[in-house]
């Protein structure tokens, strides 16, 4: 059994739907609970829970031990499946929920119930002190291959963070930092959200003294961002993109020649620079066309392929922030393919054929929507040259036929400048979003008089390719956690490898392979500290750690290690060093 207790100002709860068929409600569990000044016990009932006789009597006892460390005048059991991925049969937790509460109740306690098997939405205030945020085990037991079984203790060990701030620091802070609202997540089958999957695994974190849509991303979570970024610029460099760095900041004139300025303002950071207008840059296309108009062009030139990984701001309202999904600041692999307009198709589809391998490797499954303008609202959200963007519109219908890309049309969502082709993506609430986008432009060649030097020596105005590959980082990341739940795979993982002593004896041998490791750019820590074998393996569980390694008496004898993978209940003994490494190495290599 998980639980994870919060000393609270405050709780409010209310269900929304059932999570589990046939669950239902009494009368009075159908309305909003407010309770103040609670000890609030989220708990996850487990599997191995079932075969524990003391089971209950170890849920009294934790609880009752946190309440008089806690002095909470008020207690709700808050079932909370998202604590543990080996939860028991509903019916068997449920009554246990049920029979906790009997008890306490004859206890002379008062005892609040959060309704169970259903999707609740919640809110709540914890208060600041050393003991409001706790997490236990409760009765656990694991398999080591020395020692048989190791009990837990009937009272877990805490686990939290006292914070180092003085009396004085809290109180002037306390206004900005000192609340945490919480919303449970209500994604389909129960998935979590990559708030909640972020928070868990420690990846990034939004502070309202930082900002909303500014997430902050912890040394764990810029790892993540920093393989992807690679992926994508090794596969650009890969398919002959030449790489840009440009301003995140440019004068308004910029943006007036583009029409960003009258059709994008409101979505964009204005700043006053002494007496001119300046603005965080949206989208690096102005900024690479700059450079495309530097010296004059050839037809042998074209196509030249520029990108960046850029990053790029957008005034989005505070109601449409979500996580990473949607956010004020992002890195995008922005890029823009100058062509002729005979090479157009060609490179269209070389675009498509990038990102369908992305998304393979990724994982990512999308669909393909073809935006196109709205005729009817032709001056105010778009370019006003009807003819333009009705050949353009053919010209893009006619390639993805050709390319025998299914899609459904959507009118009214094109870009200003050209019509796109977006794919489209389901998050775990079952929002539609957009992920990626190919557009082309007709309009911003013009407006910038980009030009070049045709066979007969003669200026030709080119066509555009604005696209992305791997997407808004931070939208990518949020999808991809969301749909592996957290469980990455091998070469996007944080920590690829945890290294355990089983006895201090084994502490040299630990720190011997984590350094021969490290050397061979493997991404690997180790966990010495004397604490049981059972503590170190749920501690890399929690954290979603890929393999881990235990290293005992009889490993460092025979020369070789105890492997656990991720997802499998028993650990491989007798595995040979070199060949463990070798097949890790493959696997980070090739992005399984």
């Given at each position: 059994m998980k639980i994870l207790s919060l000393h609270c100002d405050y709780i409010k709860f209310k269900p929304v739907k059932p999570a589990l068929k046939g669950a239902t409600l009494e009368k009075a569990e159908e309305k909003q609970v407010e309770v103040r000044e609670v000890l609030v016990i989220f708990t996850a009932v487990e599997k191995q829970d079932e075969t524990n006789k003391d089971i209950l009597k170890l849920y009294l006892e934790n609880v009752l031990d946190l309440m008089d460390k806690t002095k909470a005048k008020s207690l709700v059991l808050y079932p909370y499946a998202h604590l543990s991925p080996s939860l028991s049969a509903p019916d068997f937790a449920k009554n246990l929920v049920i029979e906790a509460e009997k008890e306490l109740k004859k206890k002379k306690l008062e005892v609040f119930r959060a309704p169970f098997g259903y999707y609740k939405e919640f809110e709540l205030k914890c208060k600041g002190h050393p003991l409001a945020e706790l997490s236990r085990s409760v009765g656990e037991s694991i398999e080591t291959e020395s020692s048989g079984k190791i009990k837990t203790p009937k009272l877990a060990k805490?686990?939290?963070?006292?914070?180092?701030?003085?009396?004085?620091?809290?109180?002037?802070?306390?206004?900005?930092?000192?609340?945490?609202?919480?919303?449970?997540?209500?994604?389909?089958?129960?998935?979590?959200?990559?708030?909640?999957?972020?928070?868990?695994?420690?990846?990034?974190?939004?502070?309202e003294i930082v900002g909303k849509g500014l997430p902050l991303f912890t040394p764990r979570g810029s790892i993540i961002r920093r393989e992807l970024e690679r992926f994508n610029v090794d596969e650009e460099i890969k398919r002959g993109y030449v790489h840009t760095s440009t301003p995140i900041m440019a004068k308004a004139d910029l943006y007036r020649v583009s029409g960003h300025w009258q059709h994008y303002k409101d979505s964009m950071f204005v700043l006053n620079v002494g007496d001119e207008e300046f603005a965080l840059r949206p989208m690096t296309c102005p900024f690479q066309f700059v450079i495309y108009k530097s010296k004059p062009r050839s037809y042998k030139e074209l196509p030249i392929r520029y990108a960046e990984m850029a990053n790029l701001f957008r005034n989005e309202q505070s109601g449409e922030l979500r996580g990473l999904t949607r956010v004020r600041q992002f890195s995008l692999s922005d890029a823009h393919i100058v062509c002729r307009p005979e090479q157009l198709e060609e490179e269209f589809g070389k675009v498509v054929d990038f990102i369908k391998d992305i998304m393979k490797t990724l994982g990512i499954e999308v669909w393909y929507r073809f935006s196109k303008w709205d005729p009817k609202d032709k001056g105010n959200k778009y370019i006003d040259n009807p003819v333009a963007w009705e050949d353009s519109q053919k010209s893009m219908k006619k390639i993805l036929?050709?390319?025998?890309?299914?899609?459904?049309?959507?009118?009214?969502?094109?870009?200003?400048?050209?019509?796109?082709?977006?794919?489209?993506?389901?998050?775990?609430?079952?929002?539609?979003?957009?992920?990626?986008?190919?557009?082309?432009?007709?309009?911003?060649?013009?407006?910038?008089?980009?030009?070049?030097?045709?066979?007969?020596?003669?200026?030709?105005?080119?066509?555009?390719?604005?696209?992305?590959?791997?997407?808004?980082?931070?939208?990518?990341?949020?999808?991809?956690?969301?749909?592996?739940?957290?469980?990455?795979?091998?070469?996007?993982?944080?920590?690829?490898?945890?290294?355990?002593?089983?006895?201090?004896?084994?502490?040299?041998?630990?720190?011997?392979?984590?350094?021969?490791?490290?050397?061979?750019?493997?991404?690997?820590?180790?966990?010495?500290?004397?604490?049981?074998?059972?503590?170190?393996?749920?501690?890399?569980?929690?954290?979603?750690?890929?393999?881990?390694?235990?290293?005992?008496?009889?490993?460092?004898?025979?020369?070789?290690?105890a492997i656990k993978k991720r997802g499998e209940t028993k650990p491989k003994f007798g595995v040979k060093k070199e060949d463990f490494i070798s097949e890790l190495l493959k696997e980070i290599k090739e992005r399984k």
């Open positions: 805490n686990q939290y963070h006292e914070p180092e701030l003085t009396k004085e620091q809290r109180e002037n802070l306390g206004k900005m930092m000192s609340k945490v609202h919480m919303t449970a997540p209500t994604g389909e089958k129960g998935l979590k959200s990559n708030v909640e999957i972020g928070r868990e695994l420690d990846l990034y974190l939004v502070s036929d050709h390319l025998k890309i299914k899609y459904v049309e959507a009118e009214g969502e094109a870009a200003f400048y050209g019509p796109k082709l977006d794919l489209q993506y389901k998050d775990v609430y079952g929002k539609e979003d957009t992920l990626i986008t190919v557009q082309i432009d007709f309009a911003l060649p013009e407006r910038y008089d980009m030009t070049y030097l045709d066979e007969n020596n003669k200026l030709q105005r080119p066509m555009v390719i604005h696209r992305s590959s791997v997407g808004c980082i931070e939208r990518t990341m949020a999808y991809i956690l969301e749909k592996t739940q957290g469980n990455l795979p091998t070469w996007l993982s944080p920590v690829q490898v945890r290294v355990i002593s089983f006895t201090d004896r084994n502490i040299k041998a630990c720190e011997k392979l984590v350094n021969e490791m490290r050397e061979l750019g493997i991404r690997v820590d180790a966990d010495l500290e004397s604490n049981t074998v059972n503590d170190k393996v749920r501690k890399a569980a929690e954290l979603k750690i890929p393999y881990l390694i235990t290293i005992g008496d009889k490993e460092e004898e025979k020369k070789t290690l």
